[in-house]
T-cell receptor
Framework: GAVVSQHPSWVICKSGTSVKIECRSLDFQATTMFWYRQFPKQSLMLMAT?????????EQGVEKDKFLINHASLTLSTLTVTSAHPEDSSFYICSARQPVWGYNEQFFGPGTRLTVL | KQEVTQIPAALSVPEGENLVLNCSFT??????LQWFRQDPGKGLTSLLLIQSSQREQTSGRLNASLDKSSGRSTLYIAASQPGDSATYLC??????????FGAGTTVTVRA
């Protein structure tokens, strides 16, 4: 149980285009999902917290107009990178929160590698 | 702001040797601490989760300790195998469900 999927697993796009990444909780309902980005040999940095049916909460320094997050259902959150540029190339990972034995644990997706040419 | 540091950044050991990975954090008011494994180009696999009230957790060859007052955790991997080669990340959670990650320790186990 507690499986999180991401689609696509990798994407290459031209500079100036928009890219949508999906994050799904396959066997549980997730009221909260998180989006992270990871640069090579660096740690995961939290970008935003996505709550079902409400606006996402962005971390300081993250442009909300550039990284659009939609959490339309209890099993799906999407991240759209608008007008992508080469500096947006990164590994994007989502996680979903699920109550486990009285506490909440995050389960992570496999990640999406974005390359902007 | 919570800062998480992992030392060493990289480690190479011969097969069979025990591994010791260190994680330190600046704010001791954590809810829990979690150790993850990440293979190249892949997502995260949770290894062990230690609640703030616990001192250690064990799973097979893995043992993680937590000293909240000193802001430290250690992951021990006994009798390392080439399949243990990966990057190991620690993350601490404050009460708002957000995780703060360290930069990881990249482990290479030589056959």
């Amino acid at each position: 149980g507690a499986v999180v999927s991401q689609h696509p697993s990798w994407v290459i796009c031209k500079s100036g285009t928009s890219v949508k990444i999906e994050c799904r909780s396959l066997d549980f309902q997730a009221t909260t999902m998180f989006w992270y980005r990871q640069f090579p040999k660096q740690s995961l940095m939290l970008m935003a917290t996505s709550n079902e049916g409400s606006k996402a909460t962005y971390e300081q320094g993250v442009e909300k107009d550039k990284f659009l997050i939609n959490h339309a259902s209890l099993t799906l959150s999407t991240l759209t990178v608008t007008s992508a540029h080469p500096e947006d190339s990164s590994f994007y990972i989502c996680s979903a929160r699920q109550p486990v034995w009285g506490y909440n644990e995050q389960f992570f997706g496999p990640g999406t590698r974005l390359t902007v040419l | 702001k919570q800062e998480v540091t992992q030392i060493p950044a990289a480690l190479s050991v011969p097969e069979g040797e025990n591994l010791v990975l260190n994680c330190s954090f600046t704010d001791s008011a954590i809810y829990n601490l979690q150790w993850f494994r990440q293979d190249p180009g892949k997502g995260l696999t949770s290894l062990l989760l230690i609640q703030s009230s616990q001192r250690e957790q064990t799973s097979g060859r893995l043992n993680a300790s937590l000293d909240k007052s000193s802001g430290r955790s250690t992951l021990y991997i006994a009798a390392s195998q080439p399949g243990d080669s990966a990057t190991y990340l620690c993350a601490v959670r404050l009460n708002d469900y957000k995780l703060s990650f360290g930069a990881g320790t990249t482990v290479t186990v030589r056959a």
